[in-house]
């Protein structure tokens, strides 16, 4: 698994280094996405993910993705749903970028090869995130840690900046 990620993370880079230099603007609107994405997650009271609150979160998600529902996600119901990170790309002339990565995702996503993501692959895959992203392994995902670890975000951010794994704040 951890050279799967290795993979996952070098296609990445390479994906970014192909990439030309942006406005600053679009840097901070994919911040900003990231950190109301947190937000969300985390209710408005507290400032920290618990495992059950995110695999809450990856529950909803994967219903509202799954568009036939047959607990299945196929390519192009994830390419045409918008994590919002869309428009950002697109105004920053990095859609192929961004659409690239969401593939890549999605290749990562499938464990199993099959050109579809279960509902299990998708937990699993989720709860893997989650605790590659705790740092500190307190068991919460912080601010930081869900911006800077969060893979989906850590993606699509990487596709439309110009310098991706740098951390934030
Ligand atoms: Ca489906
Ligand atoms: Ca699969
Ligand atoms: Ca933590």
């Known amino acids: 698994m951890f050279a799967t990620h290795i993979i996952f993370t070098l296609s990445l880079a390479a994906l970014v280094a192909a ?4 406005l ?8 900003e996405l990231a950190q109301q994405a947190f937000a969300n997650i985390a209710g408005s009271d507290r400032g920290w993910i618990d495992q059950g609150g995110f695999a809450n979160f990856g529950s909803d998600v994967f219903a509202a993705m799954d568009y036939d529902g047959d607990n299945k996600l196929s390519l192009s119901e994830f390419m045409v749903f918008d994590t919002g990170m869309r428009g950002i ?3 920053a002339g990095r859609l192929e970028s961004h659409d690239t990565a969401m593939r890549v995702v ?3 996503w499938d464990r199993d090869g099959d050109g579809l993501v279960s509902k299990s692959e998708h937990t699993r895959s989720l709860s893997y995130d989650f605790q590659r992203a705790d740092i500190n392994d307190d068991a919460r995902l912080e601010m930081e840690e869900f911006t800077n670890g969060f893979t ?3 993606a699509l951010r990487a596709a439309i900046n ?3 794994i740098e951390p934030i704040e």
């Open 19 to 22: 990439g030309t230099p942006l």
């Open 24 to 31: 600053a603007q679009e840097q901070a609107a994919g911040r």
């Open 89 to 91: 790309a697109e105004d």
């Open 162 to 164: 110009p310098a991706p």
């Open 106 to 108: 999605f290749a990562f």
């Open 152 to 154: 989906v975000m850590v």
